[in-house]
């Protein structure tokens, strides 16, 4: 069983920073990649950014790259997306993903959470 549960999300100003948590149950989130994904309204769901089993390996999103960073507790079973700089087009909902693997995947699975809004304003 997988269960992921986002927080953190909220009203921010461009220019603003974010820090979203993703709490997963079980021991076996250690043993997989993670990842986060946002939807805005109209549009598909994208890839955001992507962090492997151990954490020694990340993935971004073009239109993230040098603003956001994923990181993981192993201990808490928690991966993190913290966002600065934020603007406006980041404006979404973001859901944590279970990879299928170890390794980090732009490709989700069906293991979501409940997703967090994030809203920013110009």
């Known amino acids: 069983q997988v269960q992921l549960v986002e927080s953190g999300g909220g009203l921010v100003q461009a220019g603003g920073s974010l820090r979203l948590s993703c709490a997963a149950s079980?021991?076996?989130?250690?043993?997989?990649?993670m990842g986060w994904f946002r939807q805005a309204p109209g549009k598909e769901r994208e890839f955001v950014a992507g962090?492997?089993?151990?954490?020694?390996?990340?993935h971004y999103a073009d239109s993230v790259k040098g603003r956001f960073t994923i990181s993981r507790d192993s201990a808490k079973n928690t991966v993190y997306l913290q966002m600065n700089s934020l603007k406006p087009e980041d404006t979404a909902i973001y859901y944590c993903?279970?990879?299928?693997?170890?390794?980090?995947?732009?490709?989700?699975?069906?293991?979501w959470g409940q997703g967090t809004q994030v809203t920013v304003s110009s």
């Open positions: 079980g021991r076996t989130f250690s043993f997989y990649a």
């Open positions: 993903n279970r990879a299928p693997g170890v390794e980090v995947a732009t490709t989700p699975t069906s293991y």
């Open positions: 962090i492997n089993w151990s954490g020694s390996s990340t």
